[in-house]
């Protein structure tokens, strides 16, 4: 019996607990947060697992709640007449019920927004979306918001009681929140962020020294980390052993040009072998003369991610094309996420870009002209982006590179975005045209045309040739902070034909949409998102190389090209 009266109390208790908890919510809030949450079940660019469509739906519901609160605070402080307490129980009691609906309407349509995705990359269909995972990991990223966001405000109210024995009321509570807030700011970033950092600065330090078993220096000379190179293989780093490792087999190419082939060069010099930028750019030209690399027909300059990772999809296909007749360099600046590295030094991969690429175009425009390689660029994500960065055309306008190859650019890139902002009336933003196409093309899965799209009439090449790789549905180049509040020009017909049809414009919601799909840029399927395929590696650098320079060269016409993409891509 005196069991059954204390479960009945903790019952209660609790009962009334939730009923205050429920009443200090604001509905105006809840209602916004709820729509917030709907909105960001709809589709965009990346498909969603319930994981990150959780943690999505969490952020949005906070911002929609917040946003609803910071509208009551601005109602009450403009003293407009409010509701009676009978009114506001029944608009909470009519909120609830709309939200409920709202919420379980839009959880049911997922799935098909999901698959309206999914079916534009070509992946299988999937049954559900996992309702009660997504709600709840949902709530729980809410509580979290909210949890943070009364701790504030309790302890700028607390502060601003203390400060009105010394000042007006309305200036205490500003004075009280200002001064919560700059502390808030100083232990977020003085003692929480730097901590994070450096954790993961120790995690990816330990990821980069990471040697697996069944990986060995490479034998071949004519690779960095060998007995012969200036850079040791301890000295290369997880990514960069992974890309010498990965050099295409001479036997396959031999196998597949049956007038002959070479064995390419790749060489790579991590972070750990020169203290400075310098003493890598030094190591990096030091490298290229011992294996000759000069009298090859084609030099790369591959400007690496922010974690040293060059896509093999972009050096495979280059090795083919040139059938074994190149010699790509790449030099490390850091082993961190490339979000990472340009948050804590935005500068530092443009500057080794730029010294790597200024030791060795110095040493190649001294060399004879008739028998020097031709001089490229490459770059993927922020390596594109410091590519681009490593050269002013106006330092090399009299004696230029050949061209670029740039792929998945993020959007502040400078060349990148000016061909896109100054592209021609008519064409789309995500496959613009810049003036006539003598010097910038663009090109995605289907080339430099799309089904739908007039057919392209590019003037002939000029002596310099950049291409940009890019996909429509790749949220790490089409991301921006302005879709919070303006419909993105990629959005609007005709659009990109790896986008569902389903995608919309939502306000502050399609910009958070946007952040969690470069979270998952990768996880789609190779050719869509940040994924680029070697196939589509192959049109490009077709287009980059000026083979009209190479008499001597493998023929690519129609058939060969089309036979190489299929080998490519029968070899994922």
Same mark, same amino acid.
């Given at each position: ?5 204390? $479960? ?6 609790? @009962? ?6 429920? $009443? ?70 009519? *909120? ?17 927004? =999901?698959?309206?995705? $999914?079916?534009? @990359? /070509? @992946? ?47 200036? +205490?509570?500003?004075?009280?929140? &200002? ?19 450096? @954790?993961?600065?120790?995690?990816? $330090? =330990? ?40 050099? &295409? #087999? ?13 064995? !390419? ?6 972070? +750990? ?17 011992? &294996? ?21 999809? *972009? ?79 106006? /330092?090399?306008?009299? /004696?230029?590179? =050949? ?28 496959? !613009? ?38 996909? *429509? ?20 017909? #005709?659009?990109? !034909? ?35 395929? #070697? ?38």
């Amino acid at each position: 019996m005196h069991h059954e009266r204390l $479960r009945d109390v903790i019952r209660r208790r609790l @009962m009334r607990a939730g009923a205050s908890a429920l $009443r200090s919510f604001c509905t105006t809030g809840l209602i916004l947060g709820t729509l917030f949450f709907a909105a960001s079940l709809t589709p965009s660019l990346i498909p969603r697992g319930a994981i990150v469509q959780g943690v999505l739906g969490g952020f949005a519901f906070a911002v929609g709640y917040l946003t609803g609160v910071m509208l009551r605070a601005a109602w009450r402080f403009l003293t407009l007449p409010e509701a009676s307490p009978t009114h506001v129980r029944r608009a909470r009691l009519a *909120a609830t019920v709309i939200c409920l609906v709202i919420a379980i309407s839009f959880l049911q349509l997922a799935s098909g927004w =999901q698959n309206g995705v $999914r079916a534009a @990359m /070509d @992946m299988d269909p999937v049954d559900g979306v996992r309702s009660f995972r997504i709600v709840g990991i949902a709530l729980a990223v809410f509580a979290l918001c909210i949890g943070l966001a009364r701790l504030f405000i309790l302890t700028g109210h607390a502060l601003a009681r203390l400060m009105t024995r010394l000042m007006p009321a309305r200036v +205490a509570a500003l004075a009280g929140f &200002t001064v919560v807030a700059v502390l808030v700011w100083t232990l977020a970033n003085g003692l929480l962020f730097s901590g994070a950092l450096r @954790m993961a600065d120790s995690s990816f $330090r =330990q990821l980069d020294a990471f040697i697996p078993d069944d990986l060995a220096a490479p034998a071949n000379p004519l690779l960095s980390g060998s007995a012969q190179s200036h850079v040791e293989w301890m000295e290369l780093g997880r990514t960069g052993r992974n890309f010498v490792s990965g050099v &295409t #087999p001479f036997d396959r190419l031999a196998a597949f040009h049956a007038d002959g082939a070479t064995a !390419p060069i790749r060489l790579y010099v991590g972070l +750990a072998a020169g203290e400075t930028i310098e003493d890598r750019a030094r190591l990096a030209l030091a490298e290229l003369q011992r &294996t000759d690399a000069f009298e090859r027909e084609m030099l790369v300059i591959a400007t690496p991610t922010g974690t040293g990772w060059i896509d093999p999809s *972009a050096i495979r296909a280059l090795e083919y094309l040139t059938a074994g007749d190149v010699a790509t360099v790449a030099v490390q600046y850091s082993y961190m996420a490339s979000w990472l590295t340009l948050l804590v030094e935005p500068e530092y991969g443009a500057d080794s870009a730029r010294a790597v690429f200024t030791k060795i175009y110095d040493y190649w425009r001294e060399l004879p002209e008739e028998s020097r390689p031709k001089l490229y660029l490459h770059g993927l994500s922020l390596g594109a982006m410091n590519s681009d960065l490593s050269a002013d055309l106006f /330092d090399v306008i009299g /004696d230029p590179y =050949q061209g670029a190859l740039w792929s998945g650019p993020p959007f502040p890139s400078r060349t990148w975005n000016t061909a896109t902002r100054e592209r021609l009336p008519g064409s789309p933003a995500w496959l !613009p045209r810049f003036r006539d196409g003598a010097v910038i093309r663009f090109a995605n899965q289907n080339g430099f045309g799309d089904p739908g799209l007039p057919e392209r009439d590019f003037a002939p090449w000029g002596p310099l040739r950049i291409v940009y790789l890019q996909y *429509a549905s790749d949220p790490i180049t089409f991301f921006s902070p302005e879709t919070a509040w303006r419909r993105p020009d990629w959005l609007r017909e #005709p659009r990109g !034909p790896d986008l569902s049809p389903q995608l919309r414009w939502i306000p502050v919601v399609t910009m958070l949409q946007l952040l969690a799909d470069i979270t998952s840029a990768r996880a789609a399927p190779l050719g869509y998102g940040h994924g680029y395929a #070697p196939e589509h590696y192959v049109t490009a650098w077709h287009a980059v190389i000026d083979f009209s320079l190479w008499p001597d060269g493998p023929d690519w016409d129609g058939r060969n090209l089309e036979r190489l993409r299929r080998h490519l891509a029968d070899g994922r």
